[in-house]
Antibody
Framework: QVQLVQSGAEVKKPGASVKVSCKAS????????MHWVRQAPGQRPEWMGW????????KYSQKFQGRVTFTRDTSASTAHMELSSLRSEDTAVYYC????????????WGQGTLVTVSS | DIQMTQSPSSLSASAGDRVTITCRAS??????LGWYQQKPGKAPKRLIF???SLQSGVPSRFSGSGSGTEYTLTITSLQPEDFATYYC?????????FGQGTKVELK
């Protein structure tokens, strides 16, 4: 069965960077894009962008352009999201979600990684 | 960016009730719309894709409809496990955007 397992919670100081991992299993990793979505406390989810797991091409939301980097390690079936210059407003749960399939998008999600930015 | 305006933001209902949630897009999205259910502390779960197609394994009491800029999620005969927050998502135009959510609470 498809599973996306993310790395654990992080606490960071303002100005620091954070890197979240998402390990995929149960399917061929390079077949689907991996998206990243974040959700601040009590807020709607917010789409951050995606990475083509096959060739590594990326598409970032303009809101995060220049501050976020998506990478992937095909040998480990793992996608990574790095966000830099953290500020308190970046405190959120960060999710990876598998991209488009025959039934639309985001059919599979990771369990989420809480990133807390606090001095 | 395409704005997704979801209504109502919350509603109180009883088990067995029929519930309707609406999402209005600020421009046409040609049915590139999904509906997701989220329970506290959990990731969203896909219910509907392409505006009206039911995700495999999702009960048939959930249905979606709409076109152009207006879309609806209907839950017939609300069950106890359906009390949750529901979000629409447009995936027609980048950046993909979610509605603000509808919290369905027990009356």
């Amino acid at each position: 069965q498809v599973q996306l397992v993310q790395s654990g919670a992080e606490v960071k100081k303002p100005g620091a960077s954070v890197k979240v991992s998402c390990k995929a299993s149960g399917y061929i990793f390079t077949t689907y894009a991996m998206h990243w979505v974040r959700q601040a406390p009590g807020q709607r989810p917010e789409w951050m962008g995606w990475i083509n797991a096959d060739n590594g091409n990326t598409k970032y939301s303009q809101k995060f352009q220049g501050r976020v980097t998506f990478t992937r390690d095909t040998s480990a079936s793992t996608a990574h999201m790095e966000l830099s210059s953290l500020r308190s407003e970046d405190t959120a749960v960060y999710y990876c979600a598998r991209g488009r399939d025959s039934s639309g998008v985001f059919g599979y999600w990771g369990q989420g990684t809480l990133v807390t930015v606090s001095s | 960016d395409i704005q997704m305006t979801q209504s109502p933001s919350s509603l109180s209902a009883s088990a067995g009730d029929r519930v309707t949630i609406t999402c209005r897009a600020s421009q046409g999205i040609t049915s590139d719309l999904g509906w997701y259910q989220q329970k506290p502390g959990k990731a969203p779960k896909r219910l509907i894709f392409a505006a009206s197609s039911l995700q495999s394994g999702v009960p048939s009491r959930f249905s979606g409809s709409g076109s152009g800029t207006e879309y609806t999620l209907t839950i017939t005969s609300l069950q106890p496990e359906d009390f949750a927050t529901y979000y629409c998502l447009q995936y027609n135009t980048y950046p993909w955007t979610f509605g603000q959510g509808t919290k369905v609470e027990l009356k």
